[in-house]
T-cell receptor
Framework: NAGVMQNPRHLVRRRGQEARLRCSPMKGHSHVYWYRQLPEEGLKFMVYLQKENIIDESGMPKERFSAEFPKEGPSILRIQQVVRGDSAAYFC?????????????FGEGSWLTVV | ELKVEQNPLFLSMQEGKNYTIYCNYSTTSDRLYWYRQDPGKSLESLFVLLSNGAVKQEGRLMASLDTKARLSTLHITAAVHDLSATYFCAVDPSPSGGSNYKLTFGKGTLLTVNP
């Protein structure tokens, strides 16, 4: 039973390029969450998606960041025109349901380095 | 804004010793999570504490929650090298039965257990 799968695990981008991070939730999970971990910080919530819907994007920066979870395929976090401050670990998590006492399960993260 | 503070942020201890990591948070919550993160890896769920007075134990780790004091502790008994990792607490500020995803994390405690 595969866990939450993220790729790429490591990504290097030059300033101004685009970064695309992919996340496949655990089997049977239809709720996906993205978190960002800046150096020496705890994780911070970015966005919550279900298939074809953004449920809560209150943690997303207003510009350059977008997320989707299409009907088919993985969830994608897209960062346009990356800047040095975007360098971080981006974690995806999933759960079978939302709310209540359900634990969310994290993937191994995608480490983005902007040079 | 919910604030979650862990201390200490760095902990170096000898094998066989006991120690406690503290997690204070600033708003009412009855759900608190402890995670372990190894370098370059995902977060592994250790404990989910869902009510005041909750205590859970797994091996050499024991976690407790005091919602009145807004404090959780992670106690390490007779530490071994394999426990070396970063430990995060995370708080879900939503009402019971509400979201389980918009967690606010502390900065983490980097634990190093020396032989």
């Amino acid at each position: 039973n595969a866990g939450v799968m993220q790729n790429p695990r490591h990504l290097v981008r030059r300033r101004g390029q685009e970064a695309r991070l992919r996340c496949s939730p655990m089997k049977g999970h239809s709720h996906v969450y993205w978190y960002r971990q800046l150096p020496e910080e705890g994780l911070k919530f970015m966005v919550y998606l279900q298939k074809e819907n953004i449920i809560d994007e209150s943690g997303m920066p207003k510009e350059r960041f977008s997320a989707e979870f299409p009907k088919e395929g993985p969830s994608i976090l897209r960062i346009q025109q990356v800047v040095r401050g975007d360098s971080a670990a981006y974690f995806c998590a999933s759960s079978p349901f939302q709310g209540g006492r359900n634990t969310i399960y994290f993937g191994e993260g995608s480490w983005l380095t902007v040079v | 804004e919910l604030k979650v503070e862990q201390n200490p942020l760095f902990l170096s201890m000898q094998e066989g010793k006991n120690y406690t990591i503290y997690c204070n948070y600033s708003t009412t919550s009855d759900r608190l999570y402890w995670y372990r993160q190894d370098p370059g890896k995902s977060l592994e769920s250790l404990f989910v504490l869902l009510s005041n007075g909750a205590v859970k134990q797994e091996g050499r780790l024991m976690a407790s929650l005091d919602t009145k004091a807004r404090l959780s502790t992670l106690h390490i008994t007779a530490a071994v090298h394999d426990l070396s990792a970063t430990y995060f607490c995370a708080v879900d500020p939503s009402p019971s039965g509400g979201s389980n995803y918009k967690l606010t994390f502390g900065k983490g405690t980097l634990l190093t257990v020396n032989p």
